[in-house]
């Protein structure tokens, strides 16, 4: 079993990975925009995509549920 330090330095690393996935996501939402512009609006959604921070302790609560 992982001690204390090592399980808060995982979850910041995962926290890192995730924050830079919600950046990826919000930059391919951007890109979808920019091709509905390009095509006149037509019907390419990204739906359920809202990019938010995570934080350790979000990582914490939602593990302990």
């Keep these: 079993m992982m001690d204390h330090c090592s399980l808060i330095c995982a979850?910041?690393?995962?926290?890192?990975?995730?924050?830079?996935?919600?950046?990826?996501?919000q930059q391919l939402k951007l890109q979808v925009e920019k091709l509905q512009n390009q095509v006149g609006g037509s019907t390419i959604t990204?739906?359920?995509?809202?990019?938010?921070?995570v934080t350790t302790e979000t990582l914490i609560l939602?593990?302990?549920q």
Excluded: H, K, V
Excluded at 11 to 25: A, D, G, P, V
């Design 62 to 64: 939602t593990g302990s």
């Design 11 to 25: 979850f910041e690393s995962l926290q890192t990975q995730i924050n830079l996935l919600f950046l990826n996501i």
């Design 46 to 53: 990204i739906e359920n995509l809202e990019a938010t921070t």
